[in-house]
């Protein structure tokens, strides 16, 4: 099993300093236009894509896709959602920092939904690691790690891509994200409950509930509805293996 700070720990580091870096030198304006500029090469549908990966309904159900193999994927990940619902919800009013749009008009290409207020840390971003950070702890595989890790680093760019967030909310939303997954890994560790046949079940009905209503879930990006489909019909497909698993076992 790989070592625990260098799973966890190292990312956190990594992403805060990032924050810490931009956030000292002044870098977040000019960054953030030169990235606008960079994203500005590639179709908006490429990063409305990119970008629904890290809404927290479509986060949570990508957490079931591979359930039927790694049921401790559910516990674990709802665990990682509330931490991490906790923090940005806890930050965004508190700090009330302005969005790009809100500072930089008509300077910012915007994809999407018009967002004003409410920008640190990127909750989309933080979602996307917790993803990536429940797969890579609870896989335990390192090149599926590096790739879930770049995956939900491209969802963090499209942040920026999109126009609705700062490099150092993204950072940030990096760092909250992946500590939120190792919280819960820790946590669901000692949590007997949904190892048990009812626990089992009734996560797994919970999931399917929520892949459900992707289906109708207005993410503020039609762009990239084929995606949103795509990702609710595969999770719906695999709740139900799931379910049919349990009650194969119960017999």
């Known amino acids: 099993m790989r070592d625990e700070a260098e799973t966890s720990g190292v990312p956190v ?3 805060l300093l990032l924050a810490g870096v931009v956030g000292a ?3 977040n304006t000019p960054l953030f236009l030169a990235m606008q500029q960079f994203t500005a090469f590639f179709p908006d549908t490429v990063w409305a894509n990119l970008t629904i990966l890290g809404d927290a309904l479509v986060s949570l159900v990508l957490l079931s896709l591979f359930a039927f193999r790694y049921p401790s994927l559910l516990p674990v990940g709802l665990l990682a ?5 906790l923090f940005t919800r806890s930050l965004k009013p508190l700090l009330a920092v302005e969005r790009p749009l809100t500072v930089l008009g008509d300077q910012v290409h915007l994809i999407g ?3 004003f ?3 640190f840390p990127s909750g989309h971003t933080t979602a996307a690691f917790v993803v990536a950070g429940v797969y890579a702890l609870v896989l335990q595989r390192n090149r599926l790690t590096a790739a879930f890790f770049a995956l939900a680093l491209l969802a963090g760019f499209s942040r920026i891509g999109v126009g609705a967030h700062w490099p150092m909310d993204v950072f ?5 994200g992946w500590f939120s997954a190792w919280v819960g890994w820790t946590v669901a560790q000692h949590w007997q409950w949904p190892h048990s046949p009812n626990g089992q079940r009734t996560f797994a009905l919970l999931f399917l509930g929520l892949a459900l209503l992707l289906f109708w879930l207005n993410t503020g990006y039609p762009q990239a509805i084929r995606l949103q489909q795509l990702i609710a019909s595969l999770a719906t497909i695999t709740s139900v293996i799931r379910l049919w698993q349990i009650r194969r076992n119960r017999r």
Do not use: R
């Open 13 to 15: 580091l990594l992403m």
């Open 25 to 27: 030198s002044d870098l």
């Open 81 to 85: 959602g509330l931490v991490a619902t």
């Open 113 to 115: 939904t018009d967002l």
């Open 117 to 119: 207020n409410f920008s």
């Open 172 to 176: 940030a939303g990096a760092a909250i």
